[in-house]
């Protein structure tokens, strides 16, 4: 599913490939700001208060943890080393969080282009 997801971000970053720049630009300057440090900061309190809780969530019960450590727990290992399965649980972290984050990133961005004079409403 993720193969095919990626297939179809790079077919639409495909149709506006001159555009591919200005996107990065665009990410590049709304990282960098006044604004976005005041919400880092203020991000940064809410989630202490929310690992706080989610701590607290998960010493009563198991819920939330996930179940990717269990599944790679008892899977067996090729090339049999120890590290083996950790690569391998690194890989489907950097899939998930860098590839696949930015290319849905990049696609909101380039449409984010097209209306960037206009008051954005939700994922228009």
Known sequence: MAIAYLI???????????????VFLLIIKHAFGL???????VGYGVAQAMTQGIQ???????AGMGSAPNAAAPASLYPPHPASQGYVQMLG??????VIFSATAIIISSA?????????TGIE
Do not use: C, K, P
Not at 8 to 22: K, P, Q, T
Not at 93 to 98: A, E, I, N, P, Q
């Open 93 to 98: 972290v950097f899939m998930d969080t860098l």
């Open 35 to 41: 604004q976005e440090a005041v919400g880092g900061v």
């Open 56 to 62: 607290r969530g998960l010493f009563q019960m198991e």
């Open 112 to 120: 984010a282009l097209d209306s960037a004079d206009a008051t954005i």
């Open 8 to 22: 179809l971000a790079f077919l639409v970053m495909s149709n506006d490939i001159e555009r591919l720049a200005d």
